[in-house]
């Protein structure tokens, strides 16, 4: 049996978080397992530099309560990731409240991939991870609960996709432009890191819905989903939203990876069916859902009717983390212009613009048809 808890809360408190985790730790006998192990590292979900009441990076309030936990048992404490397009990590840690903490307890910060890389390899494919999590003793995966405009859902396995140093996340996109690829991809990079990872935290008290993963809307979920499985955790998070697991190569792959069997997750029963009310799903399952139940010969037609592409709004405030972040060099930005122009003949809808950006100036712009068949939403 795989174990599966869940955790309930009303708001942030580091130190209700605490008391929370210092008793579900003792049940486990986490300590025990991490007795010979000194040099603990964390991952949270740090994106890019966005305020903690925006839902997209990992609430400050978690970090600290499991930083005061190992600091408690002489652990050291390292935390690490590498923020999304080109925002300056420095910028990052400090507007997501993460530096603060991680000051607060004597933590070693690092930016992934300035100590090292290690190269893996996917079909042939190589690419780099950083080397810190394999000079850790053990990780703890401390993700965030959102949709996903590519992956339609982000929480334990797709955060390790951080462990991808900077820009080279976004290259990625070119390799892999679609639901089904990038997500098996992602599966194999949890496949070959997974094993770093002592345990794995999904920030669940306010998560994201719309139009993830990070210009969605924060909701009220209420709760931590914690495993050793992040495959597991991902199963019963995806189910609690609306998802349909299966539909999700991702976590259908890392789910075959970790051995798990959803039949053979044990979790309290008013989890096993649960199901939160009314979450916004539209824009996520925007063209993978309804292509999947066309013929094959429809499918190039309907593509042409079912247009969506990322667009600018008036938010836009010239930063141009856009440009530099687009693994096609689709945008370019002229002089005097609103905004910069995105060359639709160039972009693969990977969306790296819409989750980079760090204003919401970008938005997924539907056709009138795409309208009709999911609404306007």
């Not at 000194?38 to 499991?66: C, M, Q, S, W, Y």
């Not at 999947?292 to 429809?298: A, D, E, F, G, K």
Request: aromatic fraction near 12%; glycine fraction near 6%.
């Amino acid at each position: 049996m795989t174990k599966l808890f869940v955790g309930e809360f009303k708001e942030y408190d580091a130190q209700e978080l605490y008391e929370y985790f210092k008793e579900h730790f003792e049940t486990i006998n986490f300590w025990e397992k991490l007795k010979d192990k000194k040099t603990i590292l964390l991952k949270p979900n740090l994106l890019g530099a966005f305020a903690p009441e925006r839902a997209v990076t990992t609430h400050p309030a978690i970090v600290d309560a499991i930083m005061q936990l190992l600091s408690e048992h002489d652990k050291e404490i390292w935390i690490g990731d590498s923020p999304g397009g080109t925002v300056k990590p420095q910028k990052a840690w400090r507007v997501t409240g993460l530096g603060a903490i991680a000051e607060k307890y004597g933590a070693k910060v690092i930016q992934f991939g300035e100590n090292g890389v290690r190269t893996l390899s996917n079909n042939g494919e190589e690419y780099p991870v950083t080397e810190d999590i394999f000079n850790a003793d053990a990780c703890i995966n401390l993700c965030k609960y959102k949709t996903h405009s590519m992956a339609r859902y982000t929480g334990a396995v797709k955060n390790l996709y951080g462990l991808i140093p900077g820009l080279e996340k976004v290259t990625l996109h070119t390799r892999y432009t679609n639901m089904n690829s990038f997500g098996e991809f992602v599966a194999d990079l949890y496949r070959q890191t997974k094993d770093c990872f002592i345990y794995h935290i999904l920030d669940g008290i306010v998560g994201m819905e719309g139009e993830g993963p990070s210009s969605g809307n924060p909701r009220d979920f209420g709760v931590i989903i914690h495993s050793e499985k992040g495959s597991a955790v991902d199963y019963l998070a995806t189910k609690m939203m609306g998802f349909d697991w299966h539909e999700l190569p991702m976590i259908a792959r890392a789910l075959h990876h970790d051995g798990v069997l959803p039949s053979r997750i044990e979790v309290d029963d008013k989890w096993k069916d649960f199901l939160f009310e009314d979450v916004d799903l539209a824009a996520v399952n925007l063209r993978s859902k309804f292509m999947s139940l066309l013929p094959n010969r429809t499918e190039q037609v309907m593509t042409k009717l079912m247009k969506y592409y990322p667009a600018f709004n008036e938010k836009c405030r010239l930063c141009k983390i856009c440009v530099k972040s687009c693994p096609e060099q689709a945008i370019k930005y002229t002089k005097g212009d609103k905004h910069p122009e995105i060359d639709l003949n160039k972009c693969i809808r990977c969306m790296c613009c819409h989750e980079f950006c760090p204003y919401e100036a970008i938005y997924i712009h539907k056709s009138f048809f795409t309208k009709l068949v999911f609404g306007d939403r």
